[in-house]
Structure formats: structure tokens, C-alpha cells
């Protein structure tokens, strides 16, 4: 088969010229596309990180007001710690009355006693740290402990009344221990007696 070209030199040459300009063109714009994809993650990016920013403001607000709420509830649980450690020490204390009458009964006629006072605990009182500053130290608890035991006083006849005396403490269950610390002889009116000094500890 003859393929028949009726038109003219120029007006091949003018189409050629209209494909090549085209394929230029189309070249062109793909790769003005390709160049502008990346800038157009950029914006989308941005946008996303100032949308971001927008909704992690509010978050951060609510953050910062929870924790000075946890630090003003914190502050109550130390002041409430305070006064049950207060309360518990209240609650401890003994119904000295009615331990001196049993003390009382538990005495032989030969021993008499001449004083009587509490042993207080070595860290009976926290202070707070002198190195601190007024609000920590209002927020530390102040512990109010009891007394330790009682410390007896006094004189017997003879050591075997004193020794009863004892054993009769110690068979009372609101002593947990009772120690001789000192003893001695001692004249007393016309004679002599036996001074003593024993610890109860609860």
C-alpha cells in the first residue's frame, strides 16, 4: 500500500513544531507537579503541627491547674495526717487513776512509794528541718507520742517486800517490762530502809 502525503512541507513542519512544543510543555508541567509535592507536604505538615499545637495549648493549661490541685490536696493529706497522729496520741493516753489504784493494790504494806513519774520516748517531738522553708515546714507532721512507761520511786522495809512488789508488776498485763535501776540502803527515822527505783515500760 502507497501512503500519499498531500501536505505541504510547512505545514508538516508546523506540526512537528506543535508536538514538540506540547511534549515540552506537558514535560514542563510534570515536573513543576513533582516539584511542588514537596512543598505541598510542607503546608499540609504545618498546618497539622499548628492544628496540634492549637488542641495541646488547652491540654497544657488543664495540666499545670491539675497539678496545683495535687499539690493544694497533698498539703491537706500532710495537715490531716498531723491531726490524726494527734488524735492517736490523745487516744493513747492511759487512765492514770485507775493505774495508780492498781498499783496501789498490788503493793505490799512494807513498800511505800515517794514518787512517780512518766518516761517520755527519745524522739518523743519531730521539729521540723531548720533548713527549710515556712511552708514545708507548716506541712511537716508534729508527732505527739505517748509516754513510754512510768518510773516508781520509793522505799521498802526489806529487799524480799521489794522483790514481791516486783514479781506483782510484772504479773500485771499493762507492763510489758519491769527493771530494778537503782537500789540501796538508805536510814529512815530511827532505822534503815531500802530506797528503790524501778522502770515499768508498757
Known sequence: MISVNL??????LSQRCSRRIRTWTATA???????AVPVSLDIV?????????GRTKPLLQESNASQAKLSTLTNQCSELATQISRADSLRRKRCWSGL????????????????????????QTTYPDQTTDDKNKASQ???LDGPQGIRLTG???????????????????????????????????????VRFVLRCDW
Open 100 to 123: 495508780l489504784q492498781l498499783i496501789g493494790t498490788q503493793m505490799p504494806a512494807e513498800v511505800w512509794l515517794t514518787d512517780i513519774a512518766t518516761i517520755q520516748a527519745e524522739s
Open 29 to 35: 508541567l510534570i515536573a513543576a507537579i513533582l516539584a
Open 7 to 12: 501536505l505541504s512541507a510547512e505545514t508538516v
Open 155 to 193: 522505799y521498802s522495809i526489806e529487799h524480799e517486800q521489794l522483790y514481791e512488789f516486783m514479781s506483782s508488776l510484772k504479773a500485771m498485763t499493762q507492763f510489758g517490762n519491769v527493771e530494778l535501776e537503782q537500789t540501796g540502803t538508805e536510814p529512815v527515822l530511827q532505822g534503815t530502809a
Open 141 to 143: 507532721p508534729v508527732m
Open 45 to 53: 505538615n504545618s498546618a497539622r503541627a499548628a492544628v496540634f499545637e
